[in-house]
T-cell receptor
């Protein structure tokens, strides 16, 4: 069965410092991996995805993520955090192209960036 | 711009009444859409898969008679919460899949009083 784990409920970072939000996954086939961000009372916004190719994926708002097959991880990173990055972040997985778009989400990590 | 439009964004209803939430795919004819429920600061729980022209597929533990899903056209899926109770209060989000990533509506905050 597919699963996604985000081991940290909350990450606190000072503005200007690098940030990492962790994600590990478990799938039977080749994973399609995603990061989404959610602001209060809003839907999810797509940040980036890994389907195939380079392990380092660059996405929106300066975020990037590194796919590590041996560690089954897909951590989200940003070199310099902004206060406006404070939000709820979700890692998600889809078990290849044949699941009709159904995503399995991690439990979410609340990122707080302080000035 | 948004490719999935969800309406209303916020609704308050009385216990025992029914509430309908609409989800529209704006740029693509979607044969399949998804409905999620989210509790405060928690993850999204898939409730059901909405299939155009046929019955929805519900996840285990989701009451079909309480959460009625209709997908009558390729651009519109609706979720009706019937005989609402305070415990149905939650944030409901719809989505449709793209070639790779999924696209989400802006969500509906339902409060049952």
């Amino acid at each position: 069965a597919q699963s996604v784990a985000q081991p940290e409920d909350q990450v606190n970072v000072a503005e200007g410092n690098p940030l990492t939000v962790k994600c590990t996954y478990s799938v039977s086939g080749n994973p399609y991996l995603f990061w989404y961000v959610q602001y209060p009372n809003r839907g999810l916004q797509f940040l980036l995805k890994y389907i195939t190719g380079d392990n380092l994926v660059k996405g929106s708002y300066g975020f990037e993520a590194e796919f590590n097959k041996s560690q089954t991880s897909f951590h989200l990173k940003k070199p310099s955090a902004l206060v406006s990055d404070s939000a709820l972040y979700f890692c998600a997985v889809r078990d290849g192209p044949n699941q009709g778009g159904k995503l399995i989400f991690g439990q979410g990590t609340e990122l707080s960036v302080k000035p | 711009g948004a490719v999935v439009s969800q309406h209303p964004s916020r609704v308050i209803c009385k216990s025992g009444t029914s509430v309908k939430i609409e989800c529209r795919s704006l740029d693509f004819q979607a044969t399949t859409m998804f409905w999620y429920r989210q509790f405060p600061k928690q993850s999204l729980m898939l409730m059901a898969t909405s299939n155009e022209g046929s019955k929805a597929t519900y996840e285990q533990g989701v009451e079909k008679d309480k959460f009625l899903i209709n997908h009558a056209s390729l651009t519109l899926s609706t979720l009706t919460v019937t005989s609402a109770h305070p415990e149905d209060s939650s944030f409901y989000i719809c989505s449709r899949s793209g070639p790779t990533e999924a696209f989400f509506g802006q969500g509906t905050r339902l409060t049952v009083v």
